[in-house]
């Protein structure tokens, strides 16, 4: 029996909040596994134990499952850090988005998705959404501390955000250089260092590697 039969409908709206969570869990869990490429919604199906016809009325493609199965996924690896302090919320940040070094399984379906977002436009809207959906992130921990006044008024946080998530995605895909969480801090602190009020340096632009944070 799958897990969503016995449940009231009307025209096939109603969500059973269980259903919708093994469908989602199911489609992160299969993209690891196996990739994007040879994930359908058959597998998913089989996998979650809910109907083929009850995910097709859910979701208008399996691009649009995978992708908020996704984005579910990576938001609970990679939360927004809030401590309070712009450096030490960047460094918690790229040191969990660098973790990913540590499961290659992680790193190779994150490729794929790129890959097939620059191949597929009907795959390429739902990127571009999860890709706005983590730039998000980034540029709500930007605004606070411009708030708490520790970035220049004037500082384009926008292309901050870009120089935030280059190096990661440069280093995925090309491979030239390692993704350590080690260099998280480091990383933050250079970064940092062209926006502070007055121009102020801090001891991690210096070298200071801190402590990673993995997933």
């Known amino acids: 029996m799958s897990i ?4 009231p409908r009307r025209g096939g709206r109603t969500r059973s909040p269980q259903a919708h969570q093994a469908v989602l869990d199911a489609a992160a869990e299969l993209l690891e596994e196996i990739g994007y490429q040879a994930l359908t919604i058959e ?11 009850t995910i097709y009325r859910w979701w208008r493609s ?4 995978v992708m908020e199965a996704y984005t579910q996924r990576v938001a609970e690896r990679v939360p927004d850090p809030d401590a309070g302090g712009l ?5 918690a940040f790229l040191g969990r988005l660098y973790g990913i070094a540590g499961y290659p399984l992680r790193a190779r379906a994150l490729q794929g998705l790129m890959a097939e977002a620059q191949l597929d436009p009907e795959f390429a ?9 983590r730039r998000a992130v980034v540029l709500a921990m ?14 384009d946080l926008e292309h901050m955000t870009d120089l935030v998530f280059g190096p990661f995605w440069y280093r995925l895909l090309v491979g030239h250089a390692p993704l350590d969480p080690a260099e998280a801090r480091a990383h933050a602190a250079r970064l ?3 926006v502070r009020p007055g121009g ?9 590697k801190g402590r990673p944070h993995t997933p």
């Open 200 to 208: 102020g340096q801090s001891d991690g632009s210096k070298g200071d």
């Open 142 to 155: 930007l605004e606070r501390a411009r708030e708490r006044g520790e970035v220049e008024p004037g500082a």
């Open 125 to 133: 809207r739902p990127f571009r959404e999860w890709v706005e959906s």
């Open 43 to 53: 597998k998913i199906a089989e996998r979650s134990r809910v109907a083929k016809s």
């Open 192 to 194: 940092l260092d062209g």
């Open 87 to 91: 450096e030490d919320d960047l460094t």
């Open 4 to 7: 969503d039969e016995g449940a």
């Open 62 to 65: 399996r691009a649009d499952l």
